[in-house]
Structures are given as C-alpha cells and as structure tokens.
Nanobody, 126 residues
Framework: QVHLVESGGGSVQAGGSLRLSCSVS????????MTWFRQTPGKECEGVAS???????AYIDSVKGRFTISRDNTKNTLYLQMTDLKPEDTAMYSC????????????????????WGQGTQVTVSS
C-alpha cells in the first residue's frame, strides 16, 4: 500500500520558519516526481514547489527565495523548508507523487498527480 504522510506543520508568527516533511512508503520513491501543494477553504489547490532531482525543481513565484524543496531518496522523504513565512502562506499543505513513466507536463498542476497525502496545517499569524 502506498502512503504519504506529512508532518511539521504548526502555528508561527510572520517571519518565522517551518520545515515540512513527507514520509513515503509503498513506491520506489526515487522514481517519482514529488510536489508540495497547498489549499485554503474556498480557493483552488495551488502547487507550491516540485522536485525531480536536486538540480531540477520548480516553484511558484510567491515562494521563490523563501521556500526550498528537497528530497532524501535514502530516507524516502520529501522536505519543504519554509522561511520568512507570511500570513498568506496559511494553508493545508499536502505532498503528491507522480511516476517518472507518467511525468507531469505541468509540474505544479494538481491534476497531474494521483498519489496524495492527507496534509499538514500551516498557520501564520501577523
């Protein structure tokens, strides 16, 4: 069975930092594109950051320079280091996976991914 389990969310003040983790089991982790998405009630799911390799990653403009996505294929774990957090970063953050034989054409588009975790809540107060 495939499992993606997020952790590391919480409540912080603006300017603070959090590190999210996504522990993966049941798939060959290194053969999957991994992406962090976020969603708030009433808004569309938004792709935040995506990684294939250490030199192949993508970010939405609003988090560039503040968030860093990484992966440890020896630990089957995906990370999202978030710094200088803003109230508008408040959301439920979820990780998602897509296999390399079905590589997403749009890396930050939610419909490209068919394996999802349950999410971890991030709340940033001003």
């Amino acid at each position: 069975q495939v499992h993606l389990v997020e952790s590391g969310g919480g409540s912080v003040q603006a300017g603070g930092s959090l590190r999210l983790s996504c522990s993966v089991s049941g798939i060959i982790f290194s053969k999957y594109y991994m992406t962090w998405f976020r969603q708030t009630p009433g808004k569309e799911c938004e792709g935040v950051a995506s990684i294939w390799t250490d030199v192949d990653s993508a970010y939405i403009d609003s988090v560039k320079g503040r968030f860093t996505i990484s992966r440890d294929n020896t630990k089957n774990t995906l990370y999202l280091q978030m710094t200088d957090l803003k109230p508008e970063d408040t959301a439920m953050y979820s990780c998602a996976a897509a296999p390399d034989w079905k590589a997403p054409r749009q890396r930050l588009r939610d419909l490209e991914y068919n394996i999802w975790g349950q999410g971890t809540q991030v709340t940033v107060s001003s």
